[in-house]
């Protein structure tokens, strides 16, 4: 591991420690290693759109609406090969939850999770993309 040093400006710093603190860091590394693993994550599925990825989508939908829970079953076997499993979750008396875990290449999963959340009936939807393995490092930055 090589230490490095960075000049921030003052209010800078301040929302930095706070935004740290915020999500329980105690110490500004693995604060500033988590953000910048987040970012290079996101630009490497934006570049390499093929990335093997893992991922959880979630939504929830109505079950009453006419014909939705059949075309829900209709697109999740369309790409039975992305699906690792799903949780369904009976949230009352109309309502369902569902968290499916994926696994395939980063466009097609968007793809897929596009085709789910855009089925009318279906809300609060998120997907999370994780991808499969570390980018391999490059060349480093100057250090000042
Ligand atoms: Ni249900």
């Not at 759109?49 to 014909?67: G, I, K, N, Q, S």
């Not at 949230?91 to 466009?107: K, T």
């Amino acid at each position: 591991m090589e230490r490095v040093t960075i000049s921030l400006d003052d209010d800078l710093l301040a929302a930095f420690d706070a935004l740290g603190r915020r999500r329980g860091y105690t110490n500004r590394s693995e604060a500033i290693r988590d953000i910048l693993r987040d970012v290079l994550d996101r630009q490497r599925l934006e570049d390499v759109p093929e990335t093997p990825c893992f991922a959880c989508l979630v939504y929830v939908y109505d079950h009453t609406r006419r014909d939705l829970a059949s075309r829900l079953v209709t697109t999740h076997h369309g790409r039975h090969d992305l699906s690792i499993a799903t949780l369904h979750v009976h949230i009352d008396h109309d309502h369902c939850m569902e968290s499916v875990m994926l696994r395939g290449p980063a466009r097609d999963i968007r793809a897929f999770a596009d085709s789910v959340l855009a089925q009318p009936g279906v809300w609060s939807g998120a997907l999370h993309l994780v991808p499969e393995a570390p980018k391999p490092a490059a060349a480093p930055l100057a250090d000042a």
